[in-house]
T-cell receptor, first 114, second 113 residues
Framework: KAGVTQTPRYLIKTRGQQVTLSCSPISGHRSVSWYQQTPGQGLQFLFE???????NKGNFPGRFSGRQFSNSRSEMNVSTLELGDSALYLC?????????????FGPGTRLTVL | DQQVKQNSPSLSVQEGRISILNCDYT??????FLWYKKYPAEGPTFLISISSIKDKNEDGRFTVFLNKSAKHLSLHIVPSQPGDSAVYFC????????????FGDGTTLTVKP
C-alpha cells in the first residue's frame, strides 16, 4: 500500500499571502489529521477530518482551516501568513472508526514565510 | 500547560546497550499511548503503542512500559543500534479520539558505535 503523500514538499511564501497544502491518505483510510511542528517543538494538533467533517480542532487561530473531499484527500489552508507560521506541516491518516487506530504520517510540507 | 512531557531532550548510549526514553503525562483521560521515531526531513514513523488496559507491550527490540498510577511511560530499546539514532516522540490520546494526539517535545537519541 502506498503511504501518506503530501504536496508540495517545500514552499516559500511571504507575509500576508495564503497557502494551500494537500494530503492524500493511505488508501482506505478515512481520517486525516494535521499537525504543525516548529523548531525544537513537538507536534501541535491542528484539526482532524473524518468523512468530510471536522471532528476535532486544536488551539489555532481561524486563519488555519481545512477540508476533506469525498475521496478522503484533505487540504489545509493558511491565510494572511505570518513569520511564525514557518513550520513543518504534517498530515496523518488512520483507518476505521476504532478509536485506537494508529496514525500514519506523511513526509510533511516545509513552509517558510519570509 | 504541557500535558505530555519528555524531560530529557537528548540521550546518548553505546551500541549494544539499552536505551530508555521516558515520558510523563498529566491528563488522566489519556488511555492510548504511542511512540514515534523521526528522522530529519521525514514524517514520524510509528514504533509501538500501548493501551491503558496493559502495562507492557513488546515488539522485537522495542518494549513500552506504562505506569498508570505514576502517569509515566517508557520506551526500552534493547540492544541499541546506530540506526536507532533519531528523535523519539511520545504521544497520547483518548481511546475514542486517536485522531487528536498530544505529543511531547521529543528526545534525540544518539547511539554511538
Amino acid at each position: 500500500k502506498a503511504g501518506v503523500t503530501q504536496t508540495p514538499r517545500y514552499l516559500i511564501k511571504t507575509r500576508g499571502q495564503q497557502v494551500t497544502l494537500s494530503c492524500s491518505p493511505i488508501s482506505g483510510h478515512r481520517s486525516v489529521s494535521w499537525y504543525q511542528q516548529t523548531p525544537g517543538q513537538g507536534l501541535q494538533f491542528l484539526f482532524e477530518y473524518f468523512s468530510e467533517t471536522q471532528r476535532n480542532k486544536g488551539n489555532f487561530p481561524g486563519r488555519f482551516s481545512g477540508r476533506q473531499f469525498s475521496n478522503s484527500r484533505s487540504e489545509m489552508n493558511v491565510s494572511t501568513l505570518e513569520l511564525g507560521d514557518s513550520a513543518l506541516y504534517l498530515c496523518a491518516s488512520r483507518g476505521a472508526l476504532a478509536g485506537t487506530d494508529t496514525q500514519y504520517f506523511g513526509p510533511g510540507t516545509r513552509l517558510t514565510v519570509l | 500547560d504541557q500535558q505530555v512531557k519528555q524531560n530529557s531532550p537528548s540521550l546518548s548510549v553505546q551500541e549494544g546497550r539499552i536505551s530508555i526514553l521516558n515520558c510523563d503525562y498529566t491528563n488522566s483521560m489519556f488511555d492510548y499511548f504511542l511512540w514515534y521515531k523521526k528522522y530529519p526531513a521525514e514524517g514520524p514513523t510509528f514504533l509501538i503503542s500501548i493501551s491503558s488496559i496493559k502495562d507492557k507491550n513488546e515488539d522485537g527490540r522495542f518494549t513500552v512500559f506504562l505506569n498508570k498510577s505514576a502517569k509515566h511511560l517508557s520506551l526500552h530499546i534493547v540492544p541499541s543500534q546506530p540506526g536507532d539514532s533519531a528523535v523519539y516522540f511520545c504521544a497520547a490520546s483518548g481511546r475514542t479520539n486517536a485522531g487528536k494526539s498530544t505529543f511531547g517535545d521529543g528526545t534525540t537519541l544518539t547511539v554511538k558505535p
